[in-house]
């Protein structure tokens, strides 16, 4: 079918009452681009009696009903032709009307779906669609709200290829050739026998036919039919994460269709012995989790930002992404593909049991199968893919029902995909949770048992997840796997090696703290497939539980929520705009990716404080060595490295050398007092050195500037400009202490699209052309409108106005 953007020309408003609009209550529409998040726009406030708001899981955003419609002409030569309309996500509960009938629905915000449309078009005339979508109390992280992801109009004839009715695998591989078996599904809506001949074509990625083959297919009315044809590709590329090599295929309908879909040529296999391999060669995911959200941009999916955080996240040393809790934008899988990134897949959050008062449970019996059929169906042609994910933390997999509801998910998968892998993230803690419930009423509340447990999380998830109890409330659900998804359950890899032998194990949700002991056994254990780190960008929503919190007579134990205006998660190795933490350096140095050692400096402030950040908190530290007003004031300095020993100088005073390496969790610390100038660490192995890092004060006036990613981005295609904007020094020192508020004019051919920065805790909005800094650093996001040139003008208090161009071909 002919697949048309339907992006542009809609309106959208919060939806009002139809009775209360008769007596006057109003609510005007405004002109939109898809995608969009109708909920980033929304006031954030402190939660209190207002029941619409989602609190601090929902990053303190309101919920509500948002109403969408457009007006289209479909041509009268369109008459008697298939119309559908796709939408690859709607949060939540999508109901779409064509010029005022029900036309169909949508309960899952994640889930791609077709609207048959034709039979409520009115030919060569106005028509109007309408998508009303609701976000109310229904997750456990930001959401966003309306339709988020692209839409598409699809046409076709009777006769014609069945949306995503195009599935490549490559079940045979050699160094000689790959068989590459290309099954096309094939719909007949006419009340005549129809034979049509089907021709398919495999291309490189120059563009030269490297297979072909020519069938014919009889396709009786009212049933579909799938032809299956067998190339062979000689001397195939194939595809990995160092060598993303892709094909295309193309089939075509003579006359009548035709469909082009990517796919890659690559084996998987599995075993506890040799763990996953790809093409025969053993790889260890270098794991992340990751939510939806694009910062800035909140839950609007343009495939240029997913591109670009599969781009950083990969160069901060991942080659695999865990999208969590529910299936990967088309956008983000396509990225996966072009730039090597493994992926997890993944369903669900809930299955029956609700984890939020309106969330996905309510509709999981009825829907589950679809939305697993969508899934699926978006997956199948994407190499990047190697394991489905059918639940996370799901409460029932500790009960009988449960497992047997499991193996119901996961058959349901092999049988519309054999050529993955199944896995389900399971928390031990979570599947005996009646039982904890019930002991700790039991507790004696002396400090002992259960509440002893508490006082670390991570302890006490793991001394859970290893106990006799839970191997046994999880054998069953275990047992459905191809591959044992296990949440902070690190104890369980090596006992599991002697009470399971065949068991295989993904760490699907790790703490970012104990990176360094779950590698060890990631790399040591065959059985161990790899670690998702939770997470490797931070997110909206879930506020503050990896913010820096220390002991005060108020707060005898550390919170896993924040109060309002935090704004943030807090425990990514990159940020919100995508810059990398100090713990993305340290996991990179885990890697063995990096020989440099790499310098953070905790804020001294809250230097002689008591630590208590949840397990998800990397250490209070910034890449810095510019902190006015503290001039002789003691600090703590981290140092991370793959060494013997690292020595560090304060200008040309040397702190001695102090071990670090595998044996001392990669890091060392060094005490000394503030003094500007430069902060220098020198790894050295067997007394030679082996790489150096340092860190200088920034001096001198303040200068504001722009830096756009890219200077030439393209019209169409979900592409952005982002510019970074920061405060430096003269030489080019960023500033992290000298923030300030920073106002941006756009003019031309683009648009401001989001605005904003890294800081946990605000209550500035991404929809105003104003932003203070954070850590002298901010983000803006560009959408082009149109083929010509984008200008960004940028000034800030005291410093000169910048300018900067972007080009829109």
């Known amino acids: 079918m002919k697949r048309t953007s339907f992006n542009e020309g809609w309106q959208t408003r919060p939806k009002v009452n139809p009775f209360a609009e008769l007596s006057g209550t109003k609510a005007p529409f405004r002109p939109v681009t898809l995608p969009h998040d109708a909920m980033i726009g929304q006031a954030r406030t402190a939660p209190g009696g207002d029941a619409t708001m989602e609190g601090g899981a929902g990053a303190y955003f309101p919920g509500g009903t948002h109403e969408y419609r457009k007006t289209f002409t479909v041509p009268e030569e369109h008459r008697g032709r298939r119309i559908l309309f796709e939408f690859e996500g709607v949060y939540r509960d999508a109901v779409v009307y064509i010029n005022g009938d029900y036309a169909g629905q949508r309960p899952y915000g994640y889930s791609h779906f077709h609207i048959d449309a034709d039979r409520f078009l009115r030919f060569g005339e106005d028509n109007e669609i309408r998508v009303e979508a ?61 034979t049509v001949d089907v021709v398919t074509e495999v291309r490189d990625s120059d563009g030269s036919v490297v297979a072909s083959d020519v069938s014919k297919a009889t396709v009786l009315p009212g049933e579909p039919a ?63 989790c990751v939510h939806h959200d694009n910062g800035v941009l909140g839950a609007a999916t343009f495939a240029r930002a997913e591109e670009r955080r599969v781009h950083l996240l990969k160069d901060a040393g991942f080659n695999a992404l865990r999208m969590s809790h529910h299936p990967m934008s088309k956008a983000m899988l396509d990225a996966c593909d072009r730039l090597g990134m493994l992926v997890v897949d993944e369903a669900f959050d809930v299955w029956t049991s609700g984890k939020s008062d309106f969330d996905y449970s309510l509709d999981f019996p009825e829907w589950w199968e679809r939305d697993i059929d969508a899934m699926v169906a978006k997956d199948f042609n994407h190499p990047s893919v190697i394991m489905y994910s059918i639940g996370n933390e799901i409460p029932e997999t500790g009960t009988p029902s449960g497992a047997a509801r499991g193996r119901q998910l996961a058959e349901k998968v092999r049988w519309l995909d054999h050529t993955r892998y199944v896995t389900n993230a399971v928390n031990g803690m979570l599947a005996v949770l009646s039982e904890l419930r019930a002991t700790r009423e039991q507790a004696p509340q002396d400090g002992t048992g259960i509440n002893t447990l508490m006082a670390d999380a991570g302890d006490m998830m793991n001394a859970i997840s290893a106990s006799a109890l ?122 063995g990716l990096r020989t440099e050692p790499y310098i953070a400096v905790r804020r001294p402030e809250h230097h002689g404080s008591t630590w208590a950040g949840t397990p998800w908190a990397w250490s209070d530290t910034v890449a810095t060595w510019t902190w006015p007003g503290f001039e002789g004031e003691p600090v703590t300095v981290e ?140 983000l803006a996001v560009l959408r082009p409108t149109g083929p010509g040139r984008i200008r960004l003008v940028a000034s800030a208090p005291g410093c000169a106005p910048v300018a900067m161009v972007v080009a829109v071909e």
């Open 639 to 778: 140092v991370y490295g793959d060494a013997d020993e690292v020595e560090l100088l304060v200008g040309a005073r040397s702190l001695g050398r102090r071990p670090v390496g595998e044996e001392h969790r990669f890091r060392t610390e060094f005490e000394t007092s503030y003094e500007p100038g430069e902060l220098l660490a020198i790894a050295y192995r067997d007394g030679v050195e082996t790489g150096r890092h340092s860190l200088r004060t920034a001096t001198g006036p303040v200068q504001l500037r722009a830096a756009p990613d890219r200077r030439h981005i393209t019209a169409h295609g979900g592409d952005l400009a982002y510019v970074t904007l920061t405060l430096t020094d003269p030489d080019g020192t960023l500033h992290t202490a000298a923030d300030r508020p920073v106002t941006l004019e756009v003019s031309g051919a683009g648009v401001l699209s989001g605005f904003g920065s890294a800081d946990p805790s605000t209550e500035e909005r991404f929809d105003t052309t104003e932003r203070r800094t954070y850590e002298g650093r901010a």
């Open 134 to 194: 609701r976000a109310h109390r229904d997750s456990r992280w930001y959401t966003g709200a309306g339709i988020y992801r692209d839409t598409w109009m699809l046409v076709g004839e009777v006769v014609r290829i069945a949306p995503d009715g195009v599935r490549v695998t490559t079940p045979d591989i050699d160094a000689e050739r790959a068989v590459v078996e290309v099954a096309t599904r094939i719909e007949n809506d006419s009340i005549a026998i129809r």
């Open 470 to 591: 839970v191997t046994e409330r999880t054998a069953e659900s275990f047992a459905v796997l191809d591959v044992a998804g296990m949440n902070y359950a690190e104890a369980r890899y090596t006992l599991d090696r002697e009470l399971f032998p065949d068991r295989i194990i993904l760490g699907t949700e790790t703490f970012p703290t104990r990176i360094d002991g779950n590698w060890r056994l990631v790399e040591q254990l065959g059985h161990v497939v790899g670690d998702f780190t939770w997470t490797g960008w931070d997110y909206l929503g879930e506020v503050g539980i990896g913010r820096p919190q220390y002991l005060t007579p108020d707060t005898p134990r550390p919170s896993h929520t924040a109060p309002y205006p935090y704004l943030l998660a807090g425990c990514g190795d990159l940020d919100i705009t995508g810059h990398r933490r100090p713990a993305s350096y340290y996991r990179e140095i885990v890697f």
């Open 226 to 288: 799938v032809v299956r044809q067998r190339l062979y590709v000689q001397a195939p590329l194939l595809w990995s994460t160092g060598t993303p090599a892709l094909y295309t295929a193309t089939v075509t309908l003579k006359d009548l269709d035709a469909e082009t879909v990517v796919f890659g040529v690559r084996s998987l296999r599995l075993d506890p012995r040799h763990g996953l391999r790809i093409n025969g060669e053993s790889v260890k995911l270098r794991g992340a």
